[in-house]
């Protein structure tokens, strides 16, 4: 039987978890910030952006709203900062910004 996510403690033993630790109760990163475990970030440089898209769909975190067909700045409260996007970008409109 799962543990209810709220109830979790340290007093919780790693036997009364489910496989995988999954929990009843848990939610997807959407409403986690998982955006605070980044160590690099990107920028996003609107003037190169020539809307080809291809940054969208290598995002593991869905990071890079489309809105109208067009991508819009980052969501910053989930980019982990893992830099695919920069490297898939073409046109030099994602650079990586280090510690920031």
Not at 21 to 32: R, Y
Not at 63 to 68: E, Q, T
Request: glycine content about 6%; proline content about 5%.
């Amino acid at each position: 039987m799962a543990t209810d996510i709220s109830k979790l403690t340290e007093s919780v033993k790693w036997q009364d978890l489910t496989t995988g630790c999954s929990v009843a109760g848990s939610k997807t990163s959407e409403a986690f910030n998982t955006g605070e475990w980044r160590v690099d970030s990107p920028e996003y440089i609107k003037d190169n952006c020539k809307q080809c898209l291809l940054c969208v769909p290598v995002c593991p975190d869905s990071s890079i709203p489309v809105k109208d067909e067009k991508r819009l700045d980052f969501d910053m409260a989930h980019c982990k900062g893992c830099g695919i996007c920069a490297r898939v970008c073409p046109f030099e409109a994602i650079i990586m910004k280090e510690g920031e």
